[in-house]
């Protein structure tokens, strides 16, 4: 006697919801998702293009936060004037010696710390290693262009775009997930100086991606009798007040 047997076909299904992080062409992050409740009205308003601008402003703060470990875990020059730190550059055996992207710590410049650019030339950062507060963040040179989508049923219906200045190091292992670099604290001295770079910029970190699809989510799914902000006008103005210290645009 023969049994029946039944054939499964892969399943072949995606989530309609999405999000993307791009670089260019290349995607950095990408994660589908389910929205309980959606409201299509959603997709016109003011309150969709809000949730967008807060994942942004998550996943740049989360950026520089790692940036500033980065930098002061590779700052290993410290000079106690400015004078001191040019004397020590015009010698050209210190200046072959130097790492691009190396942090140069001055004490008593209470202002900003500075960072090795070129041919033993030094950039003023902006802000200080120590203090946690990014306001120029690292060299022109490392300047890339990010974007944040939404996409619906896979066509894009709200997105952004920033300019980030993160150090390579730091770009070239975007982790929203933050459990690359998850090592035994107890342990650090086993690991390599990468390893431990990764280590203290993950350190105490959570993942980012839940909070990202919530805030979509959030904004997705008003009730029937909700009202979203949808003239445009109103919109623009509105963005317009939100963004006075950011640097990010709308695409769409």
């Known amino acids: ?26 995607i950095i992050c990408q994660r589908y998702f389910k929205i309980n409740n959606f409201n299509p009205e959603s997709l016109k308003s003011y309150e969709l293009i809000e949730a967008i601008r807060r994942c942004v ?6 950026l520089k936060r790692k940036t500033q470990v980065y930098l002061e875990l590779y700052a ?3 000079f106690s004037s400015e004078e001191e730190m040019y004397n020590f550059l015009s010698n050209p055996y210190n200046v072959a010696h130097l790492t691009l992207g190396e942090g140069v710590v001055v004490r008593g410049n209470k202002t900003t710390d500075y960072v090795v650019v070129d041919n033993g030339q030094v950039k003023e950062l902006g802000y200080k290693f120590d203090d ?21 049923d ?3 219906v709200a997105s952004m775009i920033w300019d980030g200045y993160y150090p390579k190091f730091v770009r070239d292992k975007i982790d929203l997930s933050n459990k690359r670099g998850k090592f035994d604290g107890d342990d650090v001295t086993r690991l ?18 839940y ?16 009202e979203y902000t949808t003239d445009p006008d109103e919109i623009m103005e509105n963005w317009r007040e939100s963004r006075r210290c950011d640097d990010m645009r709308i695409v769409k």
């Open 1 to 26: 006697m023969s049994e029946n047997q039944k054939t499964f076909a892969p399943r072949n299904y995606k989530e309609r919801f999405e999000f993307e992080l791009t670089v260019g062409d290349n």
């Open 57 to 62: 402003r998550t996943i740049d703060n989360d």
């Open 76 to 78: 290993p020059k410290t």
């Open 132 to 152: 946690g507060e990014l306001t120029e963040v690292s060299p022109e040179m490392n300047k890339t262009t990010y974007k944040f989508a939404f996409k619906v």
């Open 154 to 156: 896979g066509r894009e």
């Open 192 to 209: 390599s100086f990468e390893q431990y770079l990764l280590y203290r910029m993950v350190k105490d970190k959570s993942d980012l991606i």
């Open 211 to 226: 909070g990202l699809i919530m805030h979509i989510c959030t904004a997705c799914s008003f009730g029937e009798d909700a």
